[in-house]
């Protein structure tokens, strides 16, 4: 769970409990401290790095622009390549 280069609080709510669904710190890790640079449809090589230095298959990242507002990317990583990924417009939370 990964906060993107811009996100809102109604993003970080979300991502706080989809971190909880999953299982918490066990299953999950939340990052939400520090905004990172990643865009996941502009350059996958940073995602795949990230996703291989914490070991993760499973990615979520929250970003918030002028021409698309609330954004969740979801995707699967494959032995640190990535597999596929899924965007979704947030619109009532």
Same mark, same amino acid.
């Given at each position: 769970?990964?906060?993107?280069?811009?996100?809102?609080?109604?993003?970080?709510?979300?991502?706080?409990?989809?971190?909880?669904?999953?299982?918490?710190?066990?299953?999950?890790?939340?990052?939400?401290?520090?905004?990172?640079?990643? =865009? &996941?449809?502009?350059?996958?090589? @940073?995602?795949?790095?990230? #996703?291989?230095?914490? *070991?993760?298959?499973? $990615?979520? %990242?929250?970003?918030?622009?002028?021409? =698309? &507002?609330?954004?969740?990317?979801? @995707?699967?990583?494959?032995? #640190?390549?990535?597999? *596929?990924?899924?965007? $979704?417009? %947030?619109?009532?939370?």
């Amino acid at each position: 769970m990964i906060k993107g280069p811009k996100s809102n609080n109604e993003l970080d709510n979300l991502i706080r409990d989809l971190h909880l669904i999953r299982g918490g710190d066990v299953f999950s890790k939340l990052f939400l401290r520090s905004t990172h640079d990643i =865009r &996941p449809f502009e350059e996958e090589g @940073g995602l795949e790095r990230f #996703s291989d230095k914490n *070991d993760c298959s499973l $990615f979520v %990242v929250a970003t918030h622009q002028k021409k =698309r &507002p609330n954004n969740l990317i979801m @995707g699967r990583m494959y032995c #640190s390549h990535l597999l *596929d990924m899924f965007e $979704f417009g %947030v619109e009532n939370f």
